[in-house]
């Protein structure tokens, strides 16, 4: 297939076929998406499947908690929050492959663009990229997750369990190790899916593992009464189904990439480019480890009631945050195209495009969360304390989403351009950042102090952000380094 197959001329919608069963077909259209596209479409193509994902997991955790909250058990809701850094890392684990091989994909493919290099080599280079995302995601899962089984106990009592909770929490963080390939490996291959441009695929197997978690719920806490392991087996079965539908995907609808064994590398440069750009993904989820560790140590303090309440109230929240989320982890493939194909324009316009939506999206849904607080945080307890302390914390959470799509906006741009350093500077300077707050207002403001605290540092790290990027603007416009 030619060049000019697959990047049809600037606004000539006539060129790209129409969706269709045709895997060529649809591989031109997601190409010229990302070549050639208008931004506001090329964004609503790429973005809104990623909402909508993202928002269906988010209803998800929401109605998790609500399973496990009809059980009528504090310490089983204190469990799911205990849990929440361990599930972090082993995320974590898969962003490192993934982030870093999508946005590696992505600018190989607008490297293609109108250069005179080898374009069998770079192809080849792609397949290679995402072998090696894939099989060295799942053998990083598989580490951690002989590791954690292991320690499950000492882990949970680590993160802050004690006395009734530590139990289930060492049921649901030992269920979360035992599939920690299956999640590391879903996440890679998220990434690579949406580094061509295929963010509906991507989409369809985000909503497919969360209407298999929800049956799955369904069956191990409702009709067989197996609390947060029931909870723990339904999540890593539901991400089985996703791994299972995105090699299906890659495999059968995708000329670019390939999983093959056959394919892997791992020579310096590989693992330079994925590493150091994935590597900001790792350090943010140890950081976001360290810092709930203390949050959960200093929290606890103050009463079990709270601790489960900051659960709660982290689940409602997460529901602007994870369309905000969309809008930027969407964006990334779009980014990372645009600076491979040295389009600075198109890079900025996109920048900006994705600013305005995130503004938005922020102001609208949080400030509909944050009318009907009180009605919402209700229908997951009934303990007058875990409401009185919900709401206040929400209210807190729901400020702190102004300041943090920008900020995970500006992470992502540093990621697709390849900005090594100052994206690990933000991954790092939120938990470096939050750990003197949380102890400043501890100390001053009792347990206000410690609610308002990640919002003080969200602030913080957004003012830090706002400054990286203004700097950065030279390496914006800069030339990609980049090797078939």
Not at 110 to 136: H, V
Not at 367 to 384: H, I, N, T, Y
Request: aromatic share 10%; net charge neutral; glycine share 10%.
């Amino acid at each position: 297939m030619s060049e000019n197959t697959l990047t049809p001329a600037p606004g000539d919608i006539s060129q790209v076929p129409a969706p269709g069963p045709d895997p060529v077909q649809e591989e031109t259209k997601n190409r010229f998406i990302l070549a050639s596209a208008p931004i506001w479409r090329a964004l609503v193509h790429l973005c809104i499947p990623m909402i909508a994902a993202f928002s269906v997991g988010s209803i998800y955790n929401i109605i998790n908690a609500g399973f496990i909250g009809s059980l009528h058990s504090t310490s089983l809701l204190a469990a799911l929050t205990f849990s929440l850094p361990v599930f972090s890392l082993i995320m974590a684990i898969g962003g490192v492959f993934g982030v870093g091989g999508g946005t590696y994909i992505s600018r190989l493919l607008g490297s293609q663009e109108g250069a005179a290099g080898d374009a069998e080599a770079t192809g080849r280079r792609i397949k290679q990229i995402s072998s090696f995302t894939l099989w060295g995601a799942l053998a990083g899962g598989a580490v951690v997750g002989v590791i954690g089984l292991s320690f499950a106990t000492p882990i949970s009592a680590l993160v802050g369990a004690s006395g009734a909770s530590l139990a289930p929490t060492a049921q649901y963080i030992g269920a979360m190790f035992a599939f920690a390939p299956i999640y590391v490996a879903v996440f890679a291959l998220e990434q690579i899916v949406r580094a061509e441009g295929a963010a509906v695929a991507s989409m369809n197997g985000l909503i497919l593992s969360t209407v298999a978690n929800l049956v799955f719920d369904v069956l191990f806490i409702i009709v067989l009464p197996w609390g947060v392991l029931g909870a723990g087996l339904a999540l890593g079965l539901s991400n089985v189904v996703a791994v299972a539908y995105y090699a299906w995907w890659l495999t059968n609808r995708s000329s670019v990439v390939s999983l093959a064994p056959r394919w892997f590398r791992a020579d310096p440069e590989m693992l330079k480019t994925v590493f150091g750009v994935g590597v900001s993904e790792l350090l943010q989820s140890s950081f976001l480890i360290v810092t709930t560790l203390l949050m959960n140590w200093i929290a606890i303090s103050y009463g079990e009631a709270l601790l489960a309440s900051m659960g709660v109230a982290l689940r409602i929240s997460q529901l602007p945050e994870m369309i905000c989320m969309g809008v930027f982890m969407g964006a990334i493939p779009l980014f990372a195209y645009a600076f491979g194909a040295g389009n600075h324009a198109r890079l900025a316009s996109a920048i900006k495009g994705a600013v305005v939506a995130i503004l938005g999206i922020t102001l609208v849904f949080s400030g509909l969360v944050f009318v009907f607080r009180d009605q919402v945080f209700a229908l997951f307890s009934a303990d007058p304390a875990v409401i009185a302390d919900g709401t206040q914390i929400l209210t807190a959470m729901l400020v702190a989403t102004i300041f943090n799509g920008i900020t995970g906006l500006v992470i992502a741009v540093f990621q697709a351009t390849q900005q090594m350093r100052n994206a690990t500077i933000m991954a790092v300077a939120q938990g470096v950042l939050f750990i003197p707050v949380l102890l400043l207002g501890n100390a001053l403001l009792g347990m206000t102090g410690v609610i308002w605290s990640m919002t003080v540092t969200e602030l913080i790290t957004f003012g830090l952000g706002m400054l990286l990027f203004w700097t950065s603007r030279q390496a914006l416009d800069a030339e990609p380094e980049l090797r078939p």
